[in-house]
């Protein structure tokens, strides 16, 4: 009788087991034996998260197809506004058109809530704030101005207040929340959804403060591989990374556990899930649950996307902290850059400045005019000694339109006289004590821009020969040596920079760094091979230079890259004691360590013209964008070289 019972209960057990693994098998998705052998076949580990939540809900969108935003149905969620919604197991993404002067009426949000805007403006009536949020996009800089780009998001826990208010022209924003909000899910029509979502529980520190606002543009650049990087925000279940990749850039087969759901939105990728190649376009949409076996490869103008992973990728979050850990050891800890001056509003006005340069407790700069055509004028150009609480003067005024500025002998100044084809020494009163170089090979120098000194009393000096005769003098753009005895040589052959710009020596004057300005545009007469890239040189006894190699690579805007150029407008330079070099270009102040390596970069609202370190300590890092002069505080001691 114990035999049988015993024989009873074990068949019993065995059929329950049955049923269970017949049970699993039947709800296992389709792609899971494929994916299994090519985890096997390529070495992958799998890890898996523990303690997640089932919401019982399927995703609408479909493991190993790009679904274009456009052909997602519509929704009419409120008056005046329309959406388009998908998710994934977890995390649910709305992307709103709202019209003109519409509101969103207040609500206590059932989920937590990433709101970020992608066109426009909306005010965000959150608890006891009205929150001004903006979206903008870069502008293409001209002679008199320039903008950069802008995406204004905030993050709401569950339970807080929001009522959005649009004003007279339309906006788009886009909501990430977490859990699924089950309401919009409603408006859909989905029908048989549980009344709650079990949320899941995270011990991970957020990158944010909730119901605050920020620009996704000032969160820090980490590079995740070779070639991307992004811009990561976490919080809450969420993690939200914004991706720019350079052209053919490629990530081979991997997984993580974190599902993942892409956004393109600027130029072309080819992901490979599973087998099949999805060719991703710019508001398509690719969805790769936890775990799932993808590769992807970069299109020939890169692409920018946005990233939605749930839960948060701690190895994400690793790179993210080593590296803001690098930048905080330059610039401190919530350190953004001041306006100092505003030039439109200041008098003397300001229209373009260039060559910043500290000496004797001022901050020297050219205030250099342009048209919107970029058509010089001597005659409005300016030169300004600044004190160091903003006030300042002008020293000299319409005699000439100076460009980069060194300090020299006796306190006084080099000066690339850009237009009037010359280097000059000048005094801080304006005077010109005399003509330090003005030929090559018996013919006028075209346009000096940027400018340094040695230790021997040689002076460096780049022409790009940005000056406004059709016909220029010289054979090519270069860069050239004026000797202590005051022998000009020609260090580069013509044109082996497309634009050679910013100059730069090491601290212990062995190595010679130049930036190329434009390269591979269908608008500039040059190519080079010198394309995105600050170049480093051995300088030689006498002052030529050898081993010419790529020191840094600049990272390009997204319009630069959508018509294949390579022109990161590095203008002026600047570099510490430790040997970090600051490079001002279109997407910032790109800052590299002593080896070349990307440490991060400094966003302002228009592009850095150039820059320069001064203060007492020489720890201020002086940025000028046309009429604009900011400062930002650093840990690093400027270099200058003060003959």
Known sequence: MNRI????????????????YSCNTTSRPEWEERNNELIKEYGLNVREL???PSTGINPNLDVGTAKNLQLLDSVKLYDGVIAKIFWGKENLVSILELGPNITIPNEKLTTDRFLIVMEGTINLKNEDNNLKMISKNREEPDGTHSGTPKMDFI????????EIVVGDEAAKVMEVYNPIRLDYLEKIGIT?????????????QATIVPNTVYDFYDIQLTQIKKGVFTRLVSAGNMQLSLVTADPNAESQAHIHPEEQITLLLRGSLTETVLDKKLNLEPKDIAFVPGNMVHANITGDTGFD????????????????QASLKKYHQIIPKDAKPKLLIDGAKTKPNLTFSEGPKWMNGKLYFS???????????????????????????????????????YPYKNGNLLVCDMIGHRVVEMTTSGEVVRVIADSYN???????????????????????????????????????????????????????FAMPNGILLSPD?????????????????????????VWAYDVNDDGTISNGRKFAELRLTGNVLDRKGKSSSADGMAIDTMGNIYVATYLGVQIFDSQGDFTGIINLPSFPVSLGFGGEDMKTLYIVSYDKIYEIPTHMKGYVNYL
Do not use: H
């Open 5 to 20: 019972s015993y024989n009873l209960k074990a068949v019993s057990i065995l059929l329950i087991l049955i049923s269970i």
């Open 50 to 52: 523990p303690n997640q």
């Open 155 to 162: 993050f709401q826990k569950k339970g807080s207040d929001s």
């Open 192 to 204: 048989d959804l549980p009344s709650e979502i079990q949320e899941r529980s995270t011990s991970i």
């Open 305 to 320: 996307a946005l990233e939605i992973f749930n839960p948060i990728r701690e190895d994400y979050m690793k790179k993210q």
């Open 367 to 405: 205030n250099m005019y342009f048209d919107q055509n970029w058509n010089a004028d001597p005659k409005k150009s300016t030169i300004v000694a600044m004190e160091e609480d903003g006030t300042y003067t002008n020293i000299i005024e319409g005699k000439m339109q100076a460009n980069g500025l």
């Open 442 to 496: 018996g013919k006028p120098i075209d346009g000096p821009n940027d400018i340094i000194t040695d230790s021997k009393g040689g002076i460096y000096f780049t022409d790009p020969q940005f000056t406004m005769e059709t016909e220029k003098f010289q054979p090519g753009r270069a860069v050239y040596y004026i000797s202590p005895d005051k022998k000009v040589i020609r260090l580069v052959e013509p044109n082996e």
């Open 509 to 533: 004057g062995k190595t010679l760094y130049i930036n190329n300005c434009y390269d591979d545009e269908s608008w500039y007469p040059i190519n080079s091979s010198k394309e995105n890239f």
